[in-house]
T-cell receptor, first 116, second 114 residues
Framework: AQSVAQPEDQVNVAEGNPLTVKCTYSVSGNPYLFWYVQYPNRGLQFLLKYITGDNLVKGSYGFEAEFNKSQTSFHLKKPSALVSDSALYFC??????????????WGLGTSLAVNP | NAGVTQTPKFQVLKTGQSMTLQCAQDMNHEYMSWYRQDPGMGLRLIHY???????DQGEVPNGYNVSRSTTEDFPLRLLSAAPSQTSVYFC?????????????FGSGTRLTVV
């Protein structure tokens, strides 16, 4: 069965420090992986995706994510955090071999707090 | 501006009332879906549609109906509102190509059932 885990409910970092938000997944085939961000009282915004190719994916707002097949992980990273990065982050996965099943499986979200 | 438009942004219903949450997108996306977001439960798929005239159930479909008569519109109907349907509802759409593209989300509808 497909699943996504975001093992940390909350991540706290100081402004200017690097940040990592963790995501691990389980699919039977090759994964399509996504990160979304949700600011307070807003809808989710697409950040980046991994479909195939280079394991390091660059996305919006200076974020990047590294696909690690052996560890089945897709951690979100940013070299230098900003207070404005404080938000709720969601990881999602879809099995590329799922045929007509086009549903994404969502993690429960990680709340990122960047302290000034 | 291109995107997904949801109305209303806020709604309070009494138990037993019915209502329709509207969702429209102007990007010619084939795939549209409705999610509800509840604290500690993440996003849960209610219904989805892979094109006009085609809808299917997600993981929490009970108490909700949908239809897709046009590519642009995907309304969600609450038949008889219950307090358990108090939630924030998001509509999302994406282009086809078997799920390779990211979703565009609406800004949400915050529904309270009293």
């Amino acid at each position: 069965a497909q699943s996504v885990a975001q093992p940390e409910d909350q991540v706290n970092v100081a402004e200017g420090n690097p940040l990592t938000v963790k995501c691990t997944y389980s699919v039977s085939g090759n994964p399509y992986l996504f990160w979304y961000v949700q600011y307070p009282n807003r809808g989710l915004q697409f950040l980046l995706k991994y479909i195939t190719g280079d394991n390091l994916v660059k996305g919006s707002y200076g974020f990047e994510a590294e696909f690690n097949k052996s560890q089945t992980s897709f951690h979100l990273k940013k070299p230098s955090a900003l207070v404005s990065d404080s938000a709720l982050y969601f990881c999602a996965v879809r099995d590329s071999n799922a045929g007509n099943n086009r549903k994404l499986i969502w993690g429960l979200g990680t709340s990122l707090a960047v302290n000034p | 501006n291109a995107g997904v438009t949801q109305t209303p942004k806020f709604q309070v219903l009494k138990t037993g009332q019915s209502m329709t949450l509207q969702c429209a997108q102007d990007m010619n996306h084939e795939y549209m879906s409705w999610y509800r977001q509840d604290p500690g439960m993440g996003l849960r798929l209610i219904h989805y549609s892979v094109g006009a005239g085609i809808t299917d159930q997600g993981e929490v479909p009970n108490g909700y109906n949908v239809s897709r008569s046009t590519t642009e519109d995907f309304p969600l109907r609450l038949l008889s509102a219950a307090p358990s349907q108090t939630s924030v509802y998001f509509c999302a759409s994406r282009d086809s190509d078997r799920g390779k593209y990211g979703y565009t989300f609406g800004s949400g509808t915050r529904l309270t059932v009293v």
